[in-house]
């Protein structure tokens, strides 16, 4: 049972144009939500998080919009670069002591010269 | 101030044999996870150690275990090695989970041959 999905396994996008990544989840209990950035042979470096008090988060280039009533959240990155072509994994905590956290797939971004 | 670190990077091992993972925290991390990544599956939780017990465990089999020292550093271990178990070992530390997330190292590629 995946309650965290990213549907997209992968995603192409011109440089200077805005990327879009999409995660899903089933649990409501979720009530935090994290996006990590992974290059190859490297480990996962934390982006953005967001708490389900809010339904957006703004970084630089990265944003992060929550929508609770249809369990979806968003990460925006405009304008995308080169350096931004990596794996994007977004995931999911509840707010008690169990820090667990669950992972979608990941999403392979693919920015175009 | 020192990142965590994983040792070994690289690792060959033989269908049936045993191994040990090892994982130094950023210090003054008292929390240390343990996932297994492979394509196409994202990010697995194998388990979560916090000042020496584990608070949390994923759903795999009794051959994965893992242990934490007073010192936080954390060794997974993984016993009868079979050839699915290759994969990129991560480990991640961090004092707060859910304000700043994880800090991941950058793994060890296990290959069972």
């Known amino acids: 049972d995946q309650q965290v999905k990213q549907n997209s396994p992968s995603l192409s996008v011109q440089e200077g144009r805005i990327s879009i990544l999409n995660c899903d989840y089933t649990n409501s209990m979720f009530d935090y939500f994290l996006w990590y950035k992974k290059y190859p042979a490297e480990g996962p470096t934390f982006l953005i998080s967001i708490s389900s008090i809010k339904d957006k988060n703004e970084d630089g280039r990265f944003t992060v919009f929550l929508n609770k009533s249809a369990k979806h959240l968003s990460l925006h990155i405009v304008p995308s670069q080169p350096g931004d072509s990596a794996v994007y994994f977004c995931?999911?905590?509840?707010?008690?002591?169990?820090?667990?956290?669950?992972w979608g797939a990941g999403t392979k971004l693919i920015i175009k010269p | 101030k020192a990142g965590v670190t994983q040792t070994p990077r690289y690792l060959i091992k033989t269908r049936g044999q045993q191994v040990t993972l090892s994982c130094s925290p950023i210090s003054g991390h008292r929390s240390v996870s343990w996932y297994q990544q492979t394509p196409g599956q994202g990010l697995q939780f194998l388990f979560e150690y916090f000042s020496e017990t584990q608070r949390n465990k994923g759903n795999f089999p009794g051959r994965f275990s893992g242990r934490q020292f007073s010192n936080s550093r954390s060794e997974m271990n993984v016993s009868t090695l079979e050839l699915g178990d290759s994969a990129l070992y991560l480990c991640a530390s961090s004092q707060t989970p859910q304000i700043n997330g994880y800090t991941f190292g950058s793994g060890t590629r296990l290959t069972v041959v």
């Open positions: 995931a999911a905590t509840t707010g008690d002591s169990n820090y667990q956290l669950i």
